[in-house]
């Protein structure tokens, strides 16, 4: 769950984006740098709501932003396309469906994310990607910069499994 960052010079206000890597407090107008946030290795910084906060991501999970409110209905698409192909020919492994299940009520309930996926969501998604692409190859044509985003996730989780 992200925690918005105070103002280290009043300690009221919270920081919201002034620029590229720069922040303002909205109540002293105090300017810093990502820089000035040390953050532990389980930690990103991540913008919600206009206002600067960290959030916590556990071991081997990978944290994906939606730039576009479209992304959400484009990844739950894949998601329920291949639980229902599930059903007939086997999309997932025995026993990892309920994974695709519970992404795919995370981004109906969270379209704007940040989004923290856990190593078998990113498996889930990206099977379901693969699916809805067989199936409806102008897909991925769609959204090809946050499709990547999504591989290159997941890539990221396995290799740090090994």
Do not use: K
């Not at 919201?16 to 990502?34: E, H, I, M, W």
């Not at 600067?52 to 329920?80: I, K």
Request: charged share 20%; glycine share 6%.
């Amino acid at each position: 769950m992200p925690v918005p960052i105070l103002c280290h010079e009043c300690r009221q206000g919270r920081y919201q984006v002034q620029g590229p890597d720069s922040y303002d407090c909205r109540v002293c107008g105090s300017l810093v740098t990502a820089a000035a946030f040390p953050l532990g290795d389980d930690e990103r910084l991540v913008v919600l709501a206009d206002i600067l906060q960290a959030l916590s991501v556990p071991e081997g999970h990978q944290v994906a932003t939606p730039d576009r409110r479209c992304h959400a209905p484009h990844l739950g698409a894949s998601l329920a396309l291949a639980l229902r192909f599930d059903e007939t020919r086997p999309v997932y492994p025995p026993g990892t469906a309920g994974a695709a299940a519970e992404l795919l009520a995370t981004l109906d309930a969270d379209e704007r994310g940040p989004w923290v996926l856990s190593p078998a969501h990113l498996d889930a998604l990206t099977r379901a990607m693969d699916v809805r692409y067989a199936a409806l190859p102008s897909a991925s044509r769609q959204y090809p910069e946050f499709d990547a985003e999504i591989r290159n996730a997941h890539a990221r989780s396995r290799a740090h499994r090994t």
